[in-house]
Structures are given as structure tokens and as C-alpha cells.
């Protein structure tokens, strides 16, 4: 018998079917172009245009890690830039951003079964449906998934999350370590490991995912040990933007580490120029988070699959509430973790704030400073309301990390603990 339309939504099928068929819509509708003018499309507004850029020099020669230097690990360099080898005579902007358009598409759709089957893990069956239709709907990865990568490190942040609930700490060691290699980020999932699993386990974990971390790097390092260290370094030197720090320190710039032509040199002391240095010493606002994570760790109390994914979600919180710059589509990670610790309105909203924040900053406020002097520098009548957004917007990640801290210490309803809590 048909379902209907109602009965049918809570058809997972349906639901990727749709999923799918308005994303892939989407860049048909807008296709990725480069014009004399400029880019237009689906890509316009985002990183892709410099990827490609990047990714170009291997048609002059020129290899990552070899001959120029990423701020991020091996796998994003490497697939970009094999793409555009792969391409061959086809290879063209349009293409190029096709193929990293249709990899994002696959990860994307990854996070939202992940979305899902954690949900169903926490919840049951109705609940991580109705969690999935809710990031289905989100607007800042439908978007930011065609502008940059964050997709694939949400994909192996997610999917290492739900293997530690299914307590495959194995395959969930390798994950986080192949979310290191896209973005260090995944690495932050070692707080809820050490907190949730026993001493071996966690070294097991560690160890795990240390081996396969450093074979890759194993390679950069021994074609170009310089350009190789840059990319562990890079983050961590780089000056303070978009944040309350960058306002304190007096930089009103975004955090790019420059043009294409500056990774083909060898910089002292990465993404520095022109910028001021921290009033706030890196170190100790590093000092000041794990202060804040220690606390966070001995005082909590929830010890169920919904206190893990909140321990990894706070953790996530406090050290972005502590970096000394922000990229606006780091919300495409926060959003599946507060749906996930709080699947209600109160979710939904933090959903939304987190995406109008990420818009508002970034393409209504940035895209307007061409015209300043100097240009991308935030400045004139435009500077008020970007200072009220980082303002507006740590608020929000204090305000959502309390959330979540609320929920470590409460007891859950039936405190019992699985196997896999207790190895």
C-alpha cells in the first residue's frame, strides 16, 4: 500500500533522494565558471578558486610539499591537486570544481546518514530521522559545501564518533586519524576518548591512529622536510582573525595566509605580515582552555553515548572559542553536534543563529570591504557591525558550550553502562 507524502517522510530513501537530487540540482543550476571577469557560479564566494589556482602549479611543474607549501595536512593538497592531473587536456576551472564538487557531495551525503545513525543510536529510530531532516534543511552546509573541504573532516570527525558509540574504537581510531590528515581538528575527538575509554584503550587509540598519521607525513617530509613542517606549524603562527582576539589585537583582516605565489616561498613565521602580534599570548589562552577542559572532565557526570557526543562537542567548542582566528564555515561542525546533543527547538535555533551569524559575517559584511582602503581590510561604517557579529557570535559558542556542560553533569535517566563505556 503507498504510504502518502506523510508516511514517506520518514522514509530514509526518501529522504536521500531528495537530499541528493536538489544539491546536485543546485550545481547544475549554477555551474562553476571562470570568466574574464571573475568566478561565477556555485564556487563564487568561496576557497575553490584558490584551490584550483594551487592545484595549477602541477601544470607548470610544481608539486605540493615538493615545490610550495599548504597550511593543511597531506589528503586535501593531494586530492586537489590529483584531480588536476587526472584531468588531463580536459582540465579547465569548471571541470576541476565539478569533480571537488561531486567528492564534497559524497561526504556531505555521509553526514547526513551519520547525522542520522548516531541520532537513532541516541534516541531511536523516529528521532534520528527527524535529526536528519533537520541537517538536510541547514542551509550553511548546503552552501559551504561547494566553497571549501570541511565536508570530508566533518565526514571523518562523525563517523569516529559513531564507531566509539558502536564501540569499534579501532575503526574509529582511524578515522580521527584520517580527519587529522584533511584538518587537525578530528584530533580534538581524543578528549572524549580519554574521558570514555580505560588507560589501554586509550592508548591503543592514540597509538592507532599516530602510525597512520605519520606514514603519510612520512613522505612530505622526506621530498621537502621545510615545506612538510610548515604545514603542522602554520595554524598555530598565523595571526589572530575574525575574532574577539583579532579585535583586541588590533587586526581587521580575514585569516588568508596570502596569494599563490607566497607558497612557493619559504616564510620565517607563517601568515604574519602586516598584522599585529597577540596581546593575549597564544599560550595562555591555551592554558586558559585546558584549564576550562579539566573542569569539564572531572566534573562530569553522564557517562551514556549522549555524554560522549556532548564531551566531543564542548571540546570542540572550547578550543574554537580560544583560537586566535575563525573561518565562517567551522559552523558546518558545530551544527551536527548541537543537533545531536539537543534534538529540539532549542537545537533548530542554535542551528539557525549559527548559520545567519556565519552569513552575515561572510558573504554580506566581507564581500563589501573591496571597496576600503586598503581593500579586505574591515573598516569604515561596515567595522560596527562586524565587531557585534564576533561578539554576537562568541556569545552564541559560549552560550552553546555551557549547553552542553549542563548536559555532562546531569545523570541520565537510566544510568546504566554499556560495554562499550567501560573499556
Known sequence: MNKGIAGSLGDMRVLVMLYLSFRLLMLLAYQPVLTEHGEVGIGAGGDRLFHFRLAALAGEGKLPFRDWWSEFPPIWPAISTGVYLL??????????????????????????????????LLYGESSG????????????????????????????????????????????ALAVAAGILVKFVPALVFGAVIRYRRPTTVIRFATLSAILVILV????????????????????????????????????????????????????????????????????????AAGLGIVVFVTTKRYDDRGLVAFAGITVLIFYLQAQAWSPQWVTLIIPLTLLAFPSVRGVLATIALSSLAFAEYPVLWSRTGDL???????????????????????????????????????????????????
Do not use: C
Open 87 to 120: 584531468l588531463g587536456d580536459k582540465v579547465n576551472y569548471s571541470n576541476w570544481s565539478f569533480v571537488l564538487g561531486m567528492l564534497m557531495l559524497v561526504f556531505e551525503t555521509g553526514n547526513l546518514l551519520l547525522v542520522r545513525g548516531i541520532g537513532r
Open 129 to 172: 530521522t527527524n535529526l536528519a531532516w533537520v541537517y538536510a534543511i541547514s542551509i550553511a552546509p548546503a552552501i559551504f559545501m561547494w566553497w571549501n573541504f570541511d565536508s570530508m573532516m566533518n565526514f571523518f570527525f562523525l563517523i569516529g564518533i559513531y564507531y566509539l558509540i558502536k564501540g569499534r574504537d579501532s575503526q574509529a
Open 217 to 288: 607525513y612520512l613522505p612530505p617530509f622526506a621530498i621537502n622536510q621545510e615545506l612538510a613542517s610548515i604545514s603542522l606549524r602554520a595554524q598555530a603562527e598565523k595571526s589572530s582573525s575574525q575574532t574577539i582576539w583579532a579585535l583586541l589585537d588590533g587586526n581587521y583582516s580575514t585569516g588568508n595566509f596570502g596569494t599563490v605565489e607566497d607558497r612557493l616561498k619559504l616564510p620565517s613565521k607563517v601568515g604574519n605580515e602586516g598584522r599585529n602580534g597577540a596581546r593575549i599570548a597564544n599560550g595562555l589562552r591555551l592554558a586558559i
Open 373 to 423: 582602503d586598503p581593500p579586505g581590510q574591515m573598516g569604515g561604517e561596515w567595522f560596527l557591525p562586524w565587531a557585534l557579529i564576533l561578539l554576537l557570535r562568541t556569545g552564541l559558542l559560549a552560550g552553546l558550550a555551557l549547553a552542553f556542560y549542563k548536559v555532562l553533569r546531569e545523570h541520565p535517566a537510566a544510568p546504566k553502562m554499556s560495554k562499550r563505556q567501560t573499556q
